[in-house]
């Protein structure tokens, strides 16, 4: 009975063992499609070695190369253009601009248009303010210059001084519900009533209503900047509403917020996915 025991507790050591082995085995496995997989993805994106960090802090340029590339940017359903897009317009609004140069490039190399990009960084603008949005934009107008990309590019308005606000109106009533802004716009005091108009005047009629992106990319877009900001959590849940309206579905959502995640940490992250889970609960 005593030897049967101990060849028991032998054995199971020994299996114990090598399940152990065999799991660092399949983590080294997994390390290396992960390098593999951010040194392609790299090379697809940017054309080869780009990080310049590599030679002054070579250990951190590789975590920060793998984990972005090799983790992110292989996780989800996003396209590469998407995620290319949601990055830009993270990017414009964290106000992260020595990245943002080769991540014009990389949209290009996507798949983006000139007109995608441009209008990726519009849309930031009612959220970040003009001053941010301008900066983003004199460098991208750099990059299209030294890519022989005419500008200006054809302007995408779709609508005039007399229809901005009942077009703006309407496409925020198409989003958030007619009931919902025709209530915004009753029951706001008179002293506030300017940014209820400015609402469906410049965010929606102005911003909104352009042709470039579709209204799925324009909100998906939005939630990435808002969230990007931080503090702004009641408009993050409203716009998690709207992109639920828009047709965007919860997983699209946690992939466009994933993606921003190497961009703007943890915190901020966390904050958005618990604004996706309150609005949209795995169970609904």
């Known amino acids: 009975m005593k030897n049967f025991i101990s060849m028991f507790l032998m ?8 399940t152990f082995t065999i799991g660092k085995m399949s983590v080294c496995a997994a390390s290396k499609n992960r390098i593999a997989a951010a040194q392609e993805k790299q090379t697809q994106l940017f054309g080869g070695s780009r990080n310049n960090l590599a030679k002054t802090d070579p250990g951190f340029a590789a975590v920060m190369d793998n984990f972005i590339y090799g983790d992110v940017y292989n996780r989800g359903k996003l396209t590469d253009k998407q995620r290319e897009l949601v990055t830009i317009s993270t990017l414009t609004a964290a106000q992260s601009f020595d990245p943002l140069p080769e991540h014009l490039l990389a949209a290009l190399r996507a798949g983006a248009t000139p007109i995608e990009i441009k209008e990726t960084i519009y849309q930031c603008a009612p959220y970040i303010g003009f001053p941010k949005t301008v900066s983003a934009l004199e460098i991208s107008n750099k990059i299209f210059a030294k890519q022989g990309i005419r500008l200006p590019l054809p302007d995408q308005a779709a609508v005039t001084e007399a229809t901005r606000f009942e077009d703006g109106f309407q496409v925020q009533s198409d989003i958030f519900g007619a009931e919902h802004i025709a209530a915004l716009h009753k029951n ?10 400015y609402l469906s005047e410049f965010c929606f009629g102005d911003t909104y209503t352009r042709s470039g992106l579709d209204l799925q990319m ?3 877009i939005t939630l990435c900047a808002i969230s990007t900001i931080g503090g702004a959590e009641p408009q993050v ?7 639920l309206n828009v047709g965007n579905d919860k997983e699209l959502l946690l992939d466009a917020v994933t993606q921003c995640l190497p961009y703007i940490g943890f915190p901020r992250t966390l904050n958005a996915i618990a604004c996706i889970n309150q609005i949209i609960p795995d169970n609904a």
Do not use: D, F, W, Y
Not at 11 to 18: D, E, K, V
Not at 189 to 195: D, E, L, R, S
Not at 237 to 243: E, G, P, R, S
């Open 11 to 18: 054995t199971s050591l020994l299996l114990g063992g090598m």
């Open 218 to 220: 324009r909100e998906l």
């Open 188 to 197: 706001s005091p008179a002293n506030q009533k300017h940014i209820a108009n």
């Open 237 to 243: 849940k409203a716009h998690v509403q709207a992109n």
